[in-house]
């Protein structure tokens, strides 16, 4: 490690940590120069703010295009490729960096290193908002220090030798590139290549916007400027409409709308993403005040009102249909558990009570009645089934039920039947053979409440009026 040096500016010393190779490069206007750094604070700890290394990429800078930490090109031009070194630097070098670091770390995140929607610098910036929007800088910006940045070269590259983008180019430079990005993002829009035509005007407006911090706000160069900026950004707006990105369209616009209030086309492009994203009352606002603005959009406007009324109308249907929809799945939902009681599935446990509502109910609410043989085998034949029967087949049957038209009701099955009154064994023969002729002939005339199988489950009841004997028979009505 070479001894510390004092280089021909106040202010810096310089320590070599790894020297170079080859000779020391050309430093010329435009040359553009790759490195690594890192910045710390110059207390026995040396604290580190940044470091271009954990941050995973290098750092790039052209000599000679006002970089805002000026110290800086300064200590690159007195390294060789590959050197490293470590600088100490004086507070009168060091009391832009928070502003620098700022940029540089919204850069290693993936932001534009330029808030293109705040329309005032850097400096502005933090007496309006108090913040930099990191604590450490923060207090840099309040305290200045000396601070050490080890500096890594590792490339330098001639004017002729690499494209130049535009945060390369001077101020002069970028205000020329302006147009043409201006025309290619015209030209791609036009294609329909919107995505790419967004980079155009996205760069065309990064472009201004650095050139318009080194102007006083709201006077002519700078209000010029602005307006270049806003006609670029309108475009960009215009290319995230094809995009649908609607919601950040509102939000560009907005921008411009509160600092330029008589914006016609920010009113317009903010009422055609209101209305895509079903904000009536907002869409119509800014529609109206386009007319306001410029009378001449008057038919323009009421193509849009039209287009604007028809799209509420369809998705007030639409909205209607679903809940409409909804509810009834909810309804359906609510009669089917409606439906399901468990007191049916132990039918031995029926309160009297329980059976009258059971007489009552709906074909679609009563339940399943057994085959003729469970019934036959049980001694529990519902009373129901019995007095249906009766009633179908009353003619042809009255002289068979005189019996037991008044036994078979106390067999069935109450909370309070012994055990010893529900045995099959107090049946005659006679009774089970009279309910067995009566449950085959009420089977024949299909009067259960619901179809026993699906090929059933559509036909209507027919009732023996309309059956001839023969198709009453057990042996039709089992085909």
């Given at each position: 490690?070479?001894?510390?040096?004092?280089?021909?500016?106040e202010?810096?010393?310089?320590?070599?940590?790894?020297?170079g190779?080859?000779?020391?490069?050309?430093?010329?206007?435009?040359?553009k120069v790759?490195?690594?750094?890192r910045?710390?604070?110059?207390?026995?700890?040396?604290t580190?703010?940044?470091?271009?290394?954990?941050?995973?990429?290098?750092?790039?800078?052209?000599?000679g295009?006002?970089?805002?930490?000026d110290?800086?090109?300064?200590?690159?031009?007195?390294?060789?490729?590959?050197?490293v070194a470590?600088?100490?630097?004086?507070?009168?070098?060091?009391?832009?960096?928070?502003?620098?670091?700022k940029?540089?770390?919204?850069?290693?995140?993936?932001?534009?290193?330029?808030?293109?929607?705040?329309?005032?610098?850097?400096?502005?910036?933090?007496?309006?908002?108090h913040?930099l929007?990191?604590?450490?800088?923060?207090?840099?910006?309040?305290?200045?220090q000396?601070?050490?940045?080890?500096m890594?070269?590792?490339?330098?590259?001639?004017?002729?030798e690499?494209?130049?983008e535009?945060?390369?180019l001077?101020?002069?430079?970028?205000?020329?590139?302006?147009p043409?990005?201006?025309g290619?993002?015209?030209?791609?829009?036009?294609?329909?290549r919107?995505?790419?035509?967004?980079?155009?005007?996205?760069?065309?407006?990064m472009?201004i916007?650095?050139?318009q911090?080194?102007e006083?706000?709201?006077?002519a160069?700078?209000?010029?400027?602005?307006?270049?900026?806003n006609?670029?950004?309108?475009?960009?707006?215009?290319?995230?409409?094809?995009m649908?990105?609607?919601?950040?369209?509102?939000?560009?616009?907005?921008?411009?709308?509160?600092?330029h209030?008589?914006?016609?086309?920010?009113?317009?492009?903010r009422?055609?993403?209101?209305?895509?994203?079903?904000n009536?009352a907002e869409?119509?606002?800014?529609?109206m005040?386009?007319?306001?603005?410029?009378?001449?959009?008057k038919?323009?406007?009421?193509?849009?009102?039209?287009?604007?009324?028809?799209?509420?109308?369809?998705k007030?249907e639409?909205?209607?249909l679903?809940?409409?929809?909804?509810?009834a799945?909810?309804?359906?939902e609510?009669?089917?558990?409606?439906?399901?009681?468990?007191?049916?599935?132990?039918?031995e446990?029926?309160?009297?009570?329980q059976?009258?509502?059971q007489e009552?109910q709906?074909?679609?609410?009563?339940?399943?009645?057994?085959?003729?043989e469970?019934?036959?085998?049980s001694?529990?034949t519902?009373?129901?089934?019995?007095?249906?029967?009766?009633?179908?087949?009353?003619?042809?049957?009255?002289?068979?039920l005189?019996?037991s038209?008044?036994?078979?009701?106390?067999?069935?099955?109450t909370?309070?039947?012994?055990?010893?009154?529900?045995?099959?064994?107090?049946?005659?023969?006679?009774q089970?053979?009279?309910?067995?002729t009566?449950?085959?002939?009420?089977a024949?005339?299909?009067i259960?409440?619901?179809?026993?199988?699906p090929?059933?489950?559509d036909?209507?009841?027919?009732t023996s009026?309309q059956?001839?004997?023969?198709?009453?028979?057990?042996?039709?009505?089992?085909q």
């Amino acid at each position: 490690m070479e001894e510390s040096m004092m280089l021909g500016v106040e202010g810096i010393k310089k320590s070599i940590l790894h020297g170079g190779i080859s000779e020391k490069p050309k430093f010329v206007t435009g040359t553009k120069v790759t490195f690594h750094f890192r910045t710390q604070l110059c207390n026995d700890e040396r604290t580190v703010i940044d470091d271009s290394k954990k941050a995973g990429m290098p750092m790039e800078m052209v000599i000679g295009n006002m970089f805002k930490l000026d110290v800086w090109e300064t200590l690159l031009m007195s390294m060789h490729i590959g050197e490293v070194a470590e600088f100490w630097c004086d507070v009168i070098h060091t009391g832009m960096y928070p502003i620098v670091a700022k940029s540089l770390r919204r850069i290693a995140v993936g932001k534009d290193p330029v808030d293109w929607h705040i329309h005032t610098c850097g400096m502005a910036n933090m007496f309006a908002y108090h913040s930099l929007g990191y604590d450490d800088l923060d207090e840099l910006q309040k305290e200045p220090q000396p601070l050490y940045f080890v500096m890594e070269l590792l490339k330098v590259q001639q004017p002729s030798e690499y494209d130049r983008e535009s945060w390369a180019l001077n101020d002069e430079e970028r205000l020329k590139a302006v147009p043409v990005l201006h025309g290619q993002g015209n030209k791609l829009f036009k294609q329909g290549r919107y995505e790419d035509a967004t980079l155009k005007y996205k760069e065309a407006v990064m472009c201004i916007k650095n050139v318009q911090t080194k102007e006083k706000a709201w006077e002519a160069p700078w209000l010029r400027l602005e307006k270049m900026a806003n006609t670029l950004t309108l475009n960009y707006c215009q290319c995230l409409l094809r995009m649908e990105e609607y919601y950040e369209v509102i939000e560009h616009t907005t921008d411009i709308i509160n600092q330029h209030p008589g914006a016609m086309k920010a009113f317009y492009l903010r009422g055609k993403a209101h209305m895509e994203v079903w904000n009536e009352a907002e869409a119509r606002d800014d529609f109206m005040r386009v007319l306001d603005l410029d009378p001449g959009m008057k038919k323009t406007i009421k193509k849009e009102l039209a287009v604007l009324k028809m799209r509420m109308e369809l998705k007030n249907e639409e909205d209607r249909l679903k809940y409409k929809g909804m509810f009834a799945k909810m309804a359906r939902e609510q009669g089917s558990l409606e439906l399901e009681n468990p007191d049916q599935e132990i039918s031995e446990q029926t309160s009297p009570e329980q059976e009258t509502t059971q007489e009552k109910q709906s074909p679609e609410e009563a339940p399943l009645e057994k085959t003729g043989e469970e019934q036959t085998n049980s001694p529990q034949t519902s009373p129901e089934q019995i007095t249906s029967a009766q009633e179908v087949t009353q003619e042809e049957t009255s002289t068979a039920l005189s019996s037991s038209d008044h036994e078979i009701p106390e067999q069935s099955a109450t909370q309070n039947v012994t055990p010893e009154q529900t045995t099959t064994e107090e049946d005659t023969p006679e009774q089970l053979e009279a309910v067995q002729t009566f449950l085959e002939q009420s089977a024949s005339e299909d009067i259960t409440p619901e179809p026993t199988y699906p090929e059933q489950a559509d036909q209507d009841l027919i009732t023996s009026e309309q059956m001839t004997p023969a198709e009453m028979t057990p042996e039709n009505t089992s085909q």
